[in-house]
């Protein structure tokens, strides 16, 4: 009630929004991160644990796909192993 009016805040941050849109608009290349900085292994995790849920997916769903009587010894055996690879 004591502040500014509505309209001249709303005025505000329209000029405030028009300065700043060419700087918000630009993003910055990706910087280059060496071998062995903790980012560059975080990101390495990341990619392998994707790579090892993806296969742990695929392997479900042809898990899913076995017949009642059909054995799936093999199958069981590689998700066993897309565990231990997730635990590593």
Known sequence: A???P???VRSMCDL????TR???VQLAPPLHIQPGHPVDT????NSA???VI???HSLL???GKVEGGADATEIVYRLRQCANDLID
């Open 2 to 4: 004591e502040g500014m």
């Open 6 to 8: 509505v309209d001249t």
């Open 16 to 19: 405030h929004s028009q300065v």
């Open 22 to 24: 060419d700087v918000l």
């Open 42 to 45: 975080f990101r390495r995790e």
């Open 49 to 51: 644990l994707k790579e």
């Open 54 to 56: 993806g296969r742990t």
């Open 61 to 63: 769903t042809e898990l």
